[in-house]
């Protein structure tokens, strides 16, 4: 195999990679979405009963703001320790990099949290819908 050959194929390799694990943040983000909606959907009730006792606006949207960040925080230090405790078997799948880089423990987890605080701005409009008496 000559050198251009062997180039090809570590960047088709690298493109490969990408995409999957791209595909798989995607999936990861928007799974984080959708259970968050669900989280709303299922507290509609108490949503209501909270805003027509009085709570104001900021108390409701905050307390499902605060629960999605919970559970992002939860699930960032879970997934955390696992690719930890899996660092031995990644060392050889990755390249350029070491297992324990700091800036992609440091980075992910900010990107998650990222799209944890969009996801729980996008819900809490459903709160606030349950809030105004709009049927959703």
Do not use: C
């Not at 104001?56 to 699930?75: H, W």
């Amino acid at each position: 195999m000559n050198l251009a050959a062997g180039r090809r194929a570590i960047l088709v390799y690298l493109l490969a990679t990408w995409t999957v694990s791209s595909l798989f943040y995607f999936l990861s983000a928007s799974g984080m979405a959708a259970v968050m909606a669900l989280s709303v959907s299922q507290r509609t009730r108490e949503i209501g009963v909270r805003m027509a006792l009085g709570a104001p606006r900021g108390s409701v949207v905050g307390m499902v703001v605060r629960q999605g960040i919970v559970l992002t925080v939860a699930g960032i230090v879970a997934g955390t320790l696992f690719v930890a405790m899996l660092t031995k078997l990644l060392a050889s799948l990755l390249y350029g990099t070491s297992p324990t880089d700091l800036l992609t423990f440091a980075a992910i987890p900010v990107v998650f949290l990222l799209v944890a605080a969009r996801a729980s701005g996008d819900v809490h409009r459903s709160a606030d819908g349950v809030a105004a008496g709009v049927d959703r």
